[in-house]
């Protein structure tokens, strides 16, 4: 029978935490029909032992993955090892105080989303080094336009609504497990509630420039997500460059100077012909771009790049009919006026991509 709530814990060489972890849980929520899921990284220190041997006291049992590394895969494999209707994450380490979890609980009562914060009234990040605070409200302000108003994205210690998570949606890079799931997640309420963060009293802290490294390139596909469409823009801006600057180039070589067409009853369009040679290599510099950068994880449809290509060839019919007519009738310069084709057909571009070449209802790869 499935419990209320899962409260899941990461850990990796952790023993020595375990058991007192484990009797304040209780402690807390005794009250509450719950479970505990720590998701060992194949420690080999006696954890899997000592869960075994809690277990026949309390509502506690251990994943021991022998093949995979990671805080926030763990978290993510916790969470779908699990049934509850709510579910919490925090760390072995006793740095978020068992103590608190009852304000978390309560506070999915009325929300889908809570985060315990060290930066609202009530919290505090505690014992912290000053270079320490300096590193955590960096990222803090880093996280400033994708976390939904939070504080503390930066916090590893929350709790959800199971039936608004979908963790098959999420691509567990990184430590900050947290700021994925809110992130990638439609929540409708989000809150926090305070705590204050302990120092760690046994075993040794996983921070280093490694992890710090891991976040970067985490917030970085983060944004590229919230903001798809700015991604798609910067992607666009890069293959207008190259459009642009190969367009240039071209209408100085003289084979392509003597093509003369007869376009709608006009002669001398050989501007166009050098156009549609730069807007060919730009549309393929894009696929590659936005295959991996703005649709990164996402299942490309049977085809995809001939979706691609067709679509690029059919927008770029209307580029051409557009730089003609701004050439030929808005009387503006060639360089001018195909910026404006460009610019007019990117919306276009960007929603026959996201629903025509790539599926955005896929699951993100892990």
Do not use: C
């Not at 763990?74 to 105080?97: F, K």
């Not at 590193?135 to 210690?157: C, E, N, Q, R, Y």
């Not at 190259?242 to 392509?256: E, S």
Request: no cysteine.
């Amino acid at each position: 029978m499935a419990k209320a709530l899962s409260v899941v814990v990461p850990a990796y060489k952790e023993k020595e935490n375990i058991q007192p972890l484990v009797e304040r849980i209780n402690n807390s929520l005794s009250k509450t029909d719950y479970e505990i899921v720590i998701v060992d990284d194949n420690s080999g220190d006696g954890s899997e032992e000592l869960v075994a041997a809690l277990a026949k006291k309390y509502p506690v049992r251990i994943i021991v993955r022998k093949n995979k590394r990671g805080l926030s895969s763990a978290v993510v494999d916790g969470i779908a090892s699990s049934t509850s209707e709510n579910v919490i994450v925090m760390d072995a380490d006793l740095q978020h105080p068992p103590e608190v979890l009852p304000d978390i609980v309560k506070a999915l009562e009325n929300h889908d989303f809570v985060m315990g914060s060290r930066y609202i009234k009530g919290g505090s990040p505690g014992q912290w080094k000053l270079s320490r605070k300096i590193i955590s409200k960096g990222a803090t302000l880093l996280a400033l336009f994708i976390a939904h108003g939070v504080k503390d994205p930066m916090s590893g210690f929350f709790g959800f609504r199971r039936a608004v998570v979908d963790t098959s949606s999420l691509s567990p890079t990184g430590w900050k497990i947290g700021l994925e799931i809110l992130v990638r997640s439609k929540f409708k309420d989000v809150t926090e509630v305070p705590y204050t963060f302990v120092p760690r009293a046994r075993g040794e802290s996983k921070l280093s420039s490694r992890i710090m490294g891991e976040y970067l390139k985490q917030l970085m596909e983060l944004y590229s997500f919230k903001y798809q469409i700015l991604n798609f823009m910067v992607v666009g801006g890069i293959g207008t460059v190259i459009n642009l600057g190969l367009y240039w180039l071209l209408l100085f070589i003289p084979a392509l100077k003597e093509v003369q067409w007869n376009f709608l009853g006009k002669d001398h369009t050989n501007y166009v012909l050098p156009f549609i040679i730069s807007s060919l290599v730009a549309t393929v510099s894009n696929y590659l771009m936005n295959r991996v950068s703005t649709f990164k994880g996402w299942k490309e449809q049977k085809g995809g790049f001939t979706r691609y290509i067709s679509m690029a060839l059919v927008t770029l019919a209307l580029d051409n009919f557009l730089l003609f007519l701004l050439v030929r009738y808005g009387n503006l310069p060639y360089m001018l006026a195909a910026v404006f084709a460009i610019l007019i057909n990117f919306i276009l571009r960007y929603l026959i991509a996201r629903n025509w070449v790539w599926n955005k209802k896929a699951p993100l790869k892990a």
